[in-house]
């Protein structure tokens, strides 16, 4: 069967950083949709204009234009790929829709939601704190990752620069947005009996965890 899991949580608490990690030892394809957001607004893709404003006041982007991004990404395949989603659903309808587009596909069922969990005051910290370069997109922070200079990229030589939605004011904002939304998509794959609560303060850890509990359902799976 073809597994879908997804990486959930606050804004900060680490799920770019875990997916990527990974996808270093493990088959699943990462698909961020704030990622492909980002990209649709600096291509000045259609997609980015519709999603700009929402994306600069740390408002959610409406559920029409993010499924047709997710449909349009795993319509190019390929087929056999095990997917990762971060950052997505973040609403009940939107987790609804995946449901519809698993179905629709011979997908099956969402196997395992990591629930990233953090305090609060060190997601707002590392957001404050997070400079992404321009080139290559590597990501710092300018107290717990900094560069060799400040400034600038240590991989490429681009310019460091703090995304638009990392100030405070939007940082609380997406936080808020986050709080409102999560207990019913908690919910809803609690009772799928799919959410596993992961303790995401140390990411090394973190990601021992999350394939503590992959391995343990690819044996399930292997003696069924
Ligand atoms: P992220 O990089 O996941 O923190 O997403 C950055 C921004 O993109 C969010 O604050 C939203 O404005 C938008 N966004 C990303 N994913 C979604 C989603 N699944 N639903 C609605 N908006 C999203």
């Known amino acids: 069967m073809l597994e879908t899991i997804i990486l959930l949580g606050a804004p900060g608490s680490g799920k770019g950083t875990i997916a990527e990690e990974l996808t270093n030892v493990t088959e699943y394809i990462h698909v961020s949709t704030g990622d492909m957001l980002r990209e649709a607004v600096k291509a000045e893709h259609e997609v980015g204009l519709k999603a700009k404003k929402y994306m ?3 408002e959610l982007v409406p559920d029409d234009v993010i499924m047709e991004i997710v449909r349009e990404r795993l319509d190019r395949g390929p087929d056999e790929a095990h997917y990762m989603f971060d950052g997505f659903p973040r ?10 587009v698993l179905t629709r596909d011979g997908r099956g069922r969402v196997a395992h939601v990591f629930l990233l969990e953090v305090p609060e005051e060190v997601v707002v910290d590392r957001l404050e704190g997070r400079r992404v370069c321009r080139g290559c997109g590597a990501v710092y922070h300018v107290r717990n990752i900094p560069p060799e200079k400040e400034g600038v ?6 310019e460091l620069y703090q995304r638009k939605d990392d100030d405070k004011n939007t940082v609380l904002n997406r936080l808020d947005v986050f709080r409102k939304q999560a207990e019913e998509l908690i919910n809803y794959y609690d009772g799928q009996g799919v959410l596993r609560r992961i303790d995401a303060l ?16 690819t044996e399930t799976h292997d003696q069924d």
């Open 56 to 58: 600069d006041e740390g």
């Open 91 to 100: 609403t009940i309808e939107q987790a609804q829709l995946l449901d519809a």
């Open 202 to 217: 140390d990411r090394e850890k973190t990601v021992q965890a999350i394939l503590a509990v992959l391995n343990d359902s």
């Open 153 to 158: 990229c240590d991989e490429c030589g681009g």
